[in-house]
């Protein structure tokens, strides 16, 4: 697998997806030839297509994408093809990636000190898997059960009357990096729940010598990872077909 990263160099984002894949852990590597590679596919919730868009099997796996998908390629070499086999179905979106910052420790031991009373942030145990996962499926469907995210995943939460409203979690692990998932319901937005989560899981990154990765789909997103002290916020563009 580690001969194929050289074709994920230019990937602006998703980092801990690539990390993840490359390991061999999680989600699906395909090549269009084992010895003398000349395009790579990445599926693992997100499609990720690198390498050469003129090569023989480059057509074949694009029409084989399955809707809905998000897609992102190596190059903007790969758009012609891409309009060519899913012409106006096929949406462009904008999404960031950061970088890790210098972190400050105090701070995001004040973020997890700071939820309201009557809510409570922990790890998500063994026994939380289930009802964590309520909160949205993004959180741990990347794993193909939940006894396989307890065993393997990472996630917090932050509890309040017996269900979770808030969480982070590894929705892509490997030995390198973690790649952050956050949701929060809609009924407890900015009240720092997400923040909290959030500077839990990068402590829990430093503690375990992983690389924090952060990808923001839309603007709150992309505020938070500032505000947490995520850095060089780097645009790129995602592509979606929807059902």
Not at 29 to 53: E, K, Q
Request: glycine letters at 8%; hydrophobic letters at 45%.
């Amino acid at each position: 697998m580690e001969r194929l990263r050289p074709f994920f160099v230019d990937f602006r984002g998703l980092h801990g997806v690539v990390d993840a894949a490359l390991e061999g852990t999680m989600g699906v590597v395909r090549t269009d030839d084992i010895d003398s590679p000349r395009i790579v596919h990445i599926d693992l919730d997100f499609d990720l297509l690198a390498g050469d868009p003129t090569a023989p099997a480059a057509e074949e796996v694009v029409r084989g994408l399955s809707p809905p998908f998000s897609l992102v390629v190596s190059s903007s070499a790969w758009e012609p093809l891409l309009h060519r086999i899913w012409g106006e179905a096929l949406q462009i979106r904008t999404r960031v990636a950061f970088q890790p910052g210098v972190w400050n420790q105090g701070f995001l031991r004040d973020l997890q000190e700071s939820v309201p009373v009557g809510f409570s942030l922990r790890r998500i145990g063994a026994g939380d898997v289930a009802r964590f996962s309520e909160l949205a499926d993004s959180l741990v469907y990347n794993f193909p059960t939940l006894e396989e995210f307890a065993m393997r995943g990472v996630g917090f939460g932050v509890e309040h009357e017996g269900r979770y409203v808030s969480g982070c979690s590894s929705f892509a692990i490997s030995r390198r990096s973690l790649e952050f998932e956050i949701q929060t319901d809609p009924d407890f937005l900015r009240q720092g729940l997400a923040s909290a989560c959030a500077a839990a899981m990068i402590e829990y990154c430093l503690e375990h010598g992983l690389r924090a990765c952060w990808d923001a789909h839309n603007d709150m997103s992309a505020a938070l990872a500032t505000k947490l002290g995520f850095i060089d916020h780097a645009p790129y563009t995602a592509y979606e077909v929807g059902d």
